[in-house]
Protein backbone atom coordinates (compact mmCIF):
# COMPACT_ATOMS: atom_id res chain seq x y z
CA UNK A 1 0.00 0.00 0.00
CA UNK A 2 1.37 3.39 -1.38
CA UNK A 3 0.22 7.24 -0.89
CA UNK A 4 -0.42 8.17 -4.32
CA UNK A 5 -1.11 11.80 -5.32
CA UNK A 6 -1.49 13.35 -8.34
CA UNK A 7 -3.73 16.44 -10.09
CA UNK A 8 -4.54 17.74 -13.63
CA UNK A 9 -5.06 21.82 -14.54
CA UNK A 10 -8.27 22.77 -15.39
CA UNK A 11 -7.34 24.31 -18.42
CA UNK A 12 -9.71 23.63 -21.80
CA UNK A 13 -10.87 19.96 -22.00
CA UNK A 14 -8.62 16.87 -21.19
CA UNK A 15 -7.84 14.94 -24.58
CA UNK A 16 -7.12 11.36 -24.49
CA UNK A 17 -2.82 11.87 -23.65
CA UNK A 18 -4.25 13.21 -20.03
CA UNK A 19 -6.33 9.87 -19.73
CA UNK A 20 -3.66 7.64 -20.93
CA UNK A 21 -0.70 9.09 -19.49
CA UNK A 22 -2.44 9.68 -15.89
CA UNK A 23 -5.57 9.38 -15.25
CA UNK A 24 -5.66 5.19 -16.58
CA UNK A 25 -3.46 4.11 -14.01
CA UNK A 26 -5.25 6.58 -11.45
CA UNK A 27 -8.38 4.66 -11.39
CA UNK A 28 -6.38 1.10 -11.76
CA UNK A 29 -4.26 2.67 -8.09
CA UNK A 30 -7.57 3.07 -6.28
CA UNK A 31 -6.99 -0.30 -4.89
CA UNK A 32 -5.40 -1.02 -2.16
CA UNK A 33 -3.51 2.66 -1.76
CA UNK A 34 -4.23 5.74 -0.32
CA UNK A 35 -4.75 7.96 -3.17
CA UNK A 36 -5.38 12.03 -3.60
CA UNK A 37 -6.49 13.20 -6.49
CA UNK A 38 -7.19 16.77 -7.48
CA UNK A 39 -7.61 20.00 -9.63
CA UNK A 40 -4.96 22.35 -9.68
CA UNK A 41 -6.72 25.75 -10.07
CA UNK A 42 -3.94 28.16 -9.28
CA UNK A 43 -1.27 26.24 -11.64
CA UNK A 44 -4.34 27.05 -14.02
CA UNK A 45 -3.77 30.73 -13.73
CA UNK A 46 -0.59 31.27 -14.60
CA UNK A 47 -2.42 31.35 -18.00
CA UNK A 48 -5.09 33.94 -18.15
CA UNK A 49 -8.21 32.57 -17.57
CA UNK A 50 -11.51 34.19 -18.27
CA UNK A 51 -13.25 33.82 -14.88
CA UNK A 52 -16.62 32.16 -15.80
CA UNK A 53 -14.86 29.66 -17.42
CA UNK A 54 -11.95 28.94 -15.35
CA UNK A 55 -15.09 28.09 -12.52
CA UNK A 56 -16.66 25.68 -15.36
CA UNK A 57 -13.45 24.07 -16.28
CA UNK A 58 -12.90 23.22 -12.88
CA UNK A 59 -16.59 21.74 -12.40
CA UNK A 60 -15.99 19.57 -15.56
CA UNK A 61 -13.10 18.32 -14.55
CA UNK A 62 -14.26 16.96 -11.46
CA UNK A 63 -17.16 15.24 -13.49
CA UNK A 64 -14.69 13.97 -16.10
CA UNK A 65 -12.50 12.59 -12.97
CA UNK A 66 -15.89 10.69 -11.73
CA UNK A 67 -17.09 9.81 -15.34
CA UNK A 68 -13.89 7.98 -15.79
CA UNK A 69 -13.96 6.07 -12.96
CA UNK A 70 -12.64 7.66 -9.58
CA UNK A 71 -14.37 6.91 -6.72
CA UNK A 72 -14.81 9.24 -4.10
CA UNK A 73 -15.64 6.89 -1.80
CA UNK A 74 -11.97 5.59 -2.27
CA UNK A 75 -10.20 8.68 -3.33
CA UNK A 76 -9.50 12.08 -1.98
CA UNK A 77 -10.55 14.02 -4.43
CA UNK A 78 -10.68 18.18 -4.55
CA UNK A 79 -9.97 21.68 -5.76
CA UNK A 80 -6.10 22.71 -4.98
CA UNK A 81 -7.18 26.69 -3.26
CA UNK A 82 -9.56 25.16 -1.14
CA UNK A 83 -6.82 23.57 0.81
CA UNK A 84 -4.88 26.95 1.62
CA UNK A 85 -1.55 24.72 3.41
CA UNK A 86 -0.51 24.58 -0.87
CA UNK A 87 0.34 27.71 -1.41
CA UNK A 88 1.72 28.47 2.04
CA UNK A 89 4.10 25.47 1.53
CA UNK A 90 5.11 26.78 -1.83
CA UNK A 91 6.31 29.93 -0.01
CA UNK A 92 8.91 28.12 2.12
CA UNK A 93 9.69 25.68 -0.34
CA UNK A 94 10.99 29.00 -2.86
CA UNK A 95 12.91 29.61 -0.26
CA UNK A 96 15.37 26.74 -1.13
CA UNK A 97 14.52 26.22 -4.61
CA UNK A 98 17.72 28.07 -6.90
CA UNK A 99 16.90 30.37 -9.70
CA UNK A 100 19.15 27.91 -12.30
CA UNK A 101 17.34 24.86 -11.25
CA UNK A 102 13.99 26.74 -12.37
CA UNK A 103 15.06 28.04 -15.25
CA UNK A 104 16.03 24.58 -16.26
CA UNK A 105 12.72 23.31 -16.47
CA UNK A 106 11.60 22.38 -19.67
CA UNK A 107 7.81 22.87 -19.42
CA UNK A 108 9.08 26.96 -18.28
CA UNK A 109 11.05 26.79 -21.12
CA UNK A 110 7.92 25.63 -23.29
CA UNK A 111 5.19 28.09 -21.92
CA UNK A 112 7.53 31.51 -21.63
CA UNK A 113 7.40 31.01 -25.42
CA UNK A 114 4.15 30.22 -25.98
CA UNK A 115 3.19 32.89 -23.77
CA UNK A 116 5.73 35.72 -25.05
CA UNK A 117 3.90 38.24 -23.46
CA UNK A 118 2.79 37.37 -20.36
CA UNK A 119 5.88 35.34 -18.58
CA UNK A 120 4.50 35.83 -15.26
CA UNK A 121 6.45 34.84 -11.88
CA UNK A 122 3.76 32.35 -11.36
CA UNK A 123 5.03 30.65 -14.52
CA UNK A 124 8.25 30.60 -13.20
CA UNK A 125 7.85 29.30 -10.15
CA UNK A 126 5.39 27.05 -11.24
CA UNK A 127 6.92 23.54 -10.42
CA UNK A 128 7.75 24.74 -6.93
CA UNK A 129 3.74 24.90 -6.30
CA UNK A 130 3.72 21.31 -7.56
CA UNK A 131 6.49 20.18 -5.11
CA UNK A 132 4.38 21.85 -2.53
CA UNK A 133 1.26 19.77 -3.63
CA UNK A 134 2.95 16.56 -3.36
CA UNK A 135 4.90 17.09 -0.12
CA UNK A 136 2.59 17.98 1.81
CA UNK A 137 0.90 14.75 1.98
CA UNK A 138 4.11 12.68 2.37
CA UNK A 139 3.35 11.32 -1.42
CA UNK A 140 5.67 8.37 -2.11
CA UNK A 141 4.57 7.83 -5.83
CA UNK A 142 3.29 10.00 -8.29
CA UNK A 143 1.52 8.77 -11.51
CA UNK A 144 2.13 11.28 -14.14
CA UNK A 145 2.97 11.60 -18.05
CA UNK A 146 6.62 11.52 -18.92
CA UNK A 147 6.49 15.47 -19.49
CA UNK A 148 5.78 15.81 -15.80
CA UNK A 149 9.13 13.68 -14.66
CA UNK A 150 10.93 16.25 -14.43
CA UNK A 151 9.19 18.24 -12.04
CA UNK A 152 8.52 15.20 -10.18
CA UNK A 153 12.72 15.44 -10.13
CA UNK A 154 13.32 19.00 -8.79
CA UNK A 155 10.56 17.50 -5.97
CA UNK A 156 12.79 15.28 -4.76
CA UNK A 157 15.97 17.20 -4.88
CA UNK A 158 13.41 19.90 -2.30
CA UNK A 159 12.56 17.02 -0.47
CA UNK A 160 16.42 15.62 0.06
CA UNK A 161 17.21 19.44 0.39
CA UNK A 162 15.02 20.45 2.97
CA UNK A 163 15.68 16.97 4.91
CA UNK A 164 19.28 17.94 5.19
CA UNK A 165 18.94 21.54 6.34
CA UNK A 166 15.74 20.97 8.72
CA UNK A 167 15.88 17.20 9.97
CA UNK A 168 13.74 14.47 8.25
CA UNK A 169 10.31 16.04 7.47
CA UNK A 170 9.53 14.78 3.90
CA UNK A 171 8.64 12.00 2.20
CA UNK A 172 10.73 11.80 -1.10
CA UNK A 173 8.73 11.05 -3.66
CA UNK A 174 8.69 8.89 -7.32
CA UNK A 175 7.29 9.52 -10.52
CA UNK A 176 5.05 6.49 -11.80
CA UNK A 177 5.39 6.12 -15.33
CA UNK A 178 3.31 3.75 -17.54
CA UNK A 179 5.03 1.69 -19.94
CA UNK A 180 3.17 2.58 -22.72
CA UNK A 181 0.88 5.91 -23.26
CA UNK A 182 3.02 8.08 -21.20
CA UNK A 183 3.87 10.18 -23.69
CA UNK A 184 1.02 10.17 -26.53
CA UNK A 185 1.76 12.18 -29.68
CA UNK A 186 0.53 14.61 -31.45
CA UNK A 187 -2.15 13.59 -34.30
CA UNK A 188 -0.99 16.58 -36.28
CA UNK A 189 2.67 16.13 -35.48
CA UNK A 190 4.19 13.20 -34.12
CA UNK A 191 7.42 15.05 -33.25
CA UNK A 192 5.44 16.90 -30.00
CA UNK A 193 3.27 15.61 -27.55
CA UNK A 194 -0.25 15.65 -27.84
CA UNK A 195 -1.13 18.85 -25.57
CA UNK A 196 -4.78 21.13 -24.87
CA UNK A 197 -2.90 24.34 -25.78
CA UNK A 198 -1.41 23.32 -29.63
CA UNK A 199 -3.06 25.87 -32.23
CA UNK A 200 -4.59 23.25 -33.79
CA UNK A 201 -7.72 20.91 -32.64
CA UNK A 202 -6.34 18.48 -35.35
CA UNK A 203 -3.70 17.81 -32.74
CA UNK A 204 -5.33 16.43 -30.25
CA UNK A 205 -8.76 14.32 -29.24
CA UNK A 206 -11.09 16.09 -26.61
CA UNK A 207 -12.58 13.84 -24.11
CA UNK A 208 -15.46 15.83 -25.21
CA UNK A 209 -15.33 15.48 -29.01
CA UNK A 210 -18.20 14.28 -31.09
CA UNK A 211 -18.02 11.12 -32.96
CA UNK A 212 -17.47 13.30 -36.25
CA UNK A 213 -15.27 15.08 -35.02
CA UNK A 214 -13.24 11.39 -33.60
CA UNK A 215 -13.81 10.36 -37.27
CA UNK A 216 -12.37 13.47 -39.04
CA UNK A 217 -9.95 13.93 -36.41
CA UNK A 218 -7.98 10.15 -36.85
CA UNK A 219 -9.10 10.61 -40.63
CA UNK A 220 -6.56 13.88 -40.68
CA UNK A 221 -3.88 12.13 -38.38
CA UNK A 222 -0.33 12.35 -39.81
CA UNK A 223 1.21 8.75 -41.21
CA UNK A 224 4.39 7.61 -42.41
CA UNK A 225 5.45 7.32 -46.16
CA UNK A 226 4.30 3.77 -46.95
CA UNK A 227 0.80 1.52 -46.92
CA UNK A 228 1.91 -1.33 -44.06
CA UNK A 229 0.46 -0.81 -40.54
CA UNK A 230 3.51 -1.50 -38.93
CA UNK A 231 5.45 0.14 -36.03
CA UNK A 232 9.08 0.72 -35.51
CA UNK A 233 11.40 3.03 -35.13
CA UNK A 234 11.11 4.97 -38.20
CA UNK A 235 7.61 5.43 -37.99
CA UNK A 236 6.83 7.36 -35.31
CA UNK A 237 2.82 8.66 -36.30
CA UNK A 238 2.23 5.01 -36.76
CA UNK A 239 3.38 3.94 -33.70
CA UNK A 240 1.41 6.98 -31.87
CA UNK A 241 -1.79 5.39 -33.60
CA UNK A 242 -1.01 1.91 -32.42
CA UNK A 243 -0.22 2.92 -28.78
CA UNK A 244 -3.16 4.36 -29.01
CA UNK A 245 -5.53 1.51 -30.41
CA UNK A 246 -3.69 -0.65 -28.26
CA UNK A 247 -4.83 1.21 -24.84
CA UNK A 248 -8.25 1.69 -25.56
CA UNK A 249 -8.59 -1.85 -27.23
CA UNK A 250 -6.72 -4.14 -24.83
CA UNK A 251 -5.62 -5.62 -27.73
CA UNK A 252 -1.70 -5.39 -28.01
CA UNK A 253 0.95 -3.64 -31.04
CA UNK A 254 1.36 -7.18 -32.80
CA UNK A 255 -2.14 -8.10 -32.49
CA UNK A 256 -2.85 -5.09 -34.02
CA UNK A 257 -0.42 -5.31 -36.87
CA UNK A 258 -1.40 -8.80 -37.79
CA UNK A 259 -4.93 -7.86 -37.67
CA UNK A 260 -4.42 -5.26 -40.46
CA UNK A 261 -1.73 -6.97 -42.60
CA UNK A 262 -2.51 -5.92 -45.87
CA UNK A 263 -5.41 -3.71 -45.39
CA UNK A 264 -3.64 -0.07 -45.59
CA UNK A 265 -4.12 2.67 -43.42
CA UNK A 266 -7.95 3.85 -43.96
CA UNK A 267 -9.62 0.33 -42.86
CA UNK A 268 -6.62 0.72 -39.62
CA UNK A 269 -7.89 4.60 -39.27
CA UNK A 270 -11.97 3.32 -39.51
CA UNK A 271 -10.95 0.49 -36.39
CA UNK A 272 -9.25 3.01 -34.02
CA UNK A 273 -11.84 5.96 -34.81
CA UNK A 274 -14.43 3.46 -33.38
CA UNK A 275 -12.71 2.10 -30.67
CA UNK A 276 -12.30 5.60 -29.53
CA UNK A 277 -16.04 6.39 -30.13
CA UNK A 278 -16.87 3.16 -28.09
CA UNK A 279 -15.09 4.69 -25.37
CA UNK A 280 -16.23 8.29 -25.85
CA UNK A 281 -19.70 7.99 -25.65
CA UNK A 282 -20.11 5.96 -22.79
CA UNK A 283 -17.67 8.12 -21.00
CA UNK A 284 -19.48 11.24 -22.34
CA UNK A 285 -23.23 9.56 -20.91
CA UNK A 286 -21.96 9.34 -17.61
CA UNK A 287 -20.40 12.77 -17.63
CA UNK A 288 -23.31 14.33 -18.60
CA UNK A 289 -25.76 12.39 -16.34
CA UNK A 290 -23.92 13.78 -13.14
CA UNK A 291 -25.03 16.67 -11.64
CA UNK A 292 -23.28 20.29 -10.70
CA UNK A 293 -24.41 19.82 -7.09
CA UNK A 294 -22.84 16.18 -6.59
CA UNK A 295 -19.98 17.27 -8.17
CA UNK A 296 -19.90 20.44 -5.87
CA UNK A 297 -20.47 18.20 -2.65
CA UNK A 298 -17.75 15.50 -3.66
CA UNK A 299 -15.39 18.09 -3.45
CA UNK A 300 -16.76 20.03 -0.71
CA UNK A 301 -16.22 16.82 1.24
CA UNK A 302 -12.77 16.07 -0.50
CA UNK A 303 -10.91 19.74 0.81
CA UNK A 304 -12.25 19.21 4.38
CA UNK A 305 -10.36 15.32 4.19
CA UNK A 306 -7.06 17.07 2.38
CA UNK A 307 -7.36 20.26 4.90
CA UNK A 308 -7.39 18.25 7.62
CA UNK A 309 -4.20 16.34 6.56
CA UNK A 310 -2.39 18.95 5.08
CA UNK A 311 -2.66 21.55 8.78
CA UNK A 312 -1.37 18.81 10.46
CA UNK A 313 1.84 18.51 8.21
CA UNK A 314 1.89 22.57 8.13
CA UNK A 315 2.08 22.70 11.46
CA UNK A 316 4.92 20.30 11.53
CA UNK A 317 6.83 22.16 8.80
CA UNK A 318 6.52 25.49 11.30
CA UNK A 319 7.48 23.70 13.82
CA UNK A 320 10.67 22.95 12.61
CA UNK A 321 11.86 25.78 10.65
CA UNK A 322 11.07 27.87 13.87
CA UNK A 323 8.00 29.54 12.91
CA UNK A 324 6.00 30.61 16.19
P1 LIG B 1 -1.31 18.72 -17.01
O1 LIG B 1 -2.63 19.28 -16.60
O2 LIG B 1 -0.54 19.39 -18.08
O3 LIG B 1 -1.49 17.21 -17.46
C1 LIG B 1 -2.18 16.27 -16.67
C2 LIG B 1 -1.54 14.90 -16.79
O4 LIG B 1 -1.60 14.45 -18.14
C3 LIG B 1 -0.30 14.06 -18.57
N1 LIG B 1 -0.16 14.36 -20.00
C4 LIG B 1 0.16 13.46 -20.93
N2 LIG B 1 0.41 12.14 -20.84
C5 LIG B 1 0.69 11.49 -22.01
N3 LIG B 1 0.74 12.11 -23.21
C6 LIG B 1 0.50 13.43 -23.33
N4 LIG B 1 0.53 14.02 -24.53
C7 LIG B 1 0.18 14.17 -22.16
N5 LIG B 1 -0.11 15.47 -21.92
C8 LIG B 1 -0.32 15.57 -20.59
C9 LIG B 1 0.65 14.89 -17.72
O5 LIG B 1 1.93 14.31 -17.65
C10 LIG B 1 -0.07 14.89 -16.39
O6 LIG B 1 0.22 13.70 -15.65
N6 LIG B 1 1.93 20.16 -13.48
C11 LIG B 1 0.91 19.18 -13.79
C12 LIG B 1 -0.22 19.18 -12.79
C13 LIG B 1 0.17 19.06 -11.36
C14 LIG B 1 0.54 17.87 -10.68
C15 LIG B 1 0.75 18.25 -9.31
C16 LIG B 1 0.69 16.55 -11.09
C17 LIG B 1 0.20 20.07 -10.45
N7 LIG B 1 0.54 19.58 -9.22
C18 LIG B 1 1.13 17.31 -8.36
C19 LIG B 1 1.07 15.60 -10.12
C20 LIG B 1 1.28 16.00 -8.78
C21 LIG B 1 0.34 19.51 -15.16
O7 LIG B 1 0.42 20.60 -15.63
O8 LIG B 1 -0.38 18.51 -15.72
Given at each position: ?20 GA ?23 T ?10 N????A????A ?13 S ?5 A?L ?9 M ?6 TQ?K ?15 T ?6 A??LLY ?10 Q ?15 K ?10 P?I ?14 KK??K ?12 D????V????K ?21 LL????L ?18 GN ?7 T???F ?10 IK ?5 D ?11 RA????A?I ?7
Amino acid sequence: MSRILSAVQPTNNLHIGNYLGAIKQWVELQEGNETLFFIVDLHALTVYQKPETLSQNILDVARMYLALGLNPNKSIMFVQSHVKEHAELAWILGTITKMGELERMTQFKDKSAQHANNINAGMFTYPVLMAADILLYDTEKVPVGEDQKQHVELTRDLAERFNKLYGKVFTVPEPLISKSGARIMGLDDPAKKMSKSAASAYNYISLLDDVQTVKKKIKKAVTDSGTEVMGGASRPALNNLLTIYSLFSGKSVSALEKEFAGKGYGNFKDGLADTLNAFLEEFQEKFHAIKESEVRDILADGAARAVARAALKMAQIKETIGLL
